[in-house]
């Protein structure tokens, strides 16, 4: 069964934008934080951007100012809006939720999308 299910990946021309979107499912409750985070090839995985169930943000400083990330708790959804996307962007991008299933808090994550940035 898919836990958390990402979206919205693609080929974009540097400059341009894409929408990620990551869906868990309800059987995960209790979540703390969602985030997305992502892997080039050869490189380690690395936080992009994470909420909290409160609405505080944080975000890689590479992002900063390019990306925003934003939740809705009811439907245990989470999205990266990604503006002024630069080849460097160029990742498997995966969704993660911190929350509680089947009596076990875990971290859940996603199979990933891939995101391509041309130049």
């Known amino acids: 069964q898919v836990l958390v299910d990402e979206s919205g990946g693609g080929l974009v021309q540097a400059g341009g934008s894409l929408r990620l979107s990551c869906a868990a499912s309800m059987i995960i409750h209790s979540i703390t934080t969602m985030g997305w985070f992502r892997q080039a090839p050869g490189k380690q995985r690395e936080l992009v951007a994470i909420v909290t169930t409160g609405g505080m943000t944080n975000y890689a400083d590479s992002v900063k100012g390019r990306f925003s990330i934003s939740s809705d708790n009811a439907k245990n959804t989470v999205y990266l809006q990604m503006d002024s996307l630069k080849p460097e962007d160029t990742a498997v991008y995966f969704c993660?939720?911190?929350?509680?299933?089947?009596?076990?808090?875990?971290?859940?994550w996603g199979q990933g999308t891939q995101v391509t940035v041309s130049s």
């Open positions: 993660r939720v911190r929350g509680r299933a089947r009596g076990v808090e875990d971290n859940y």
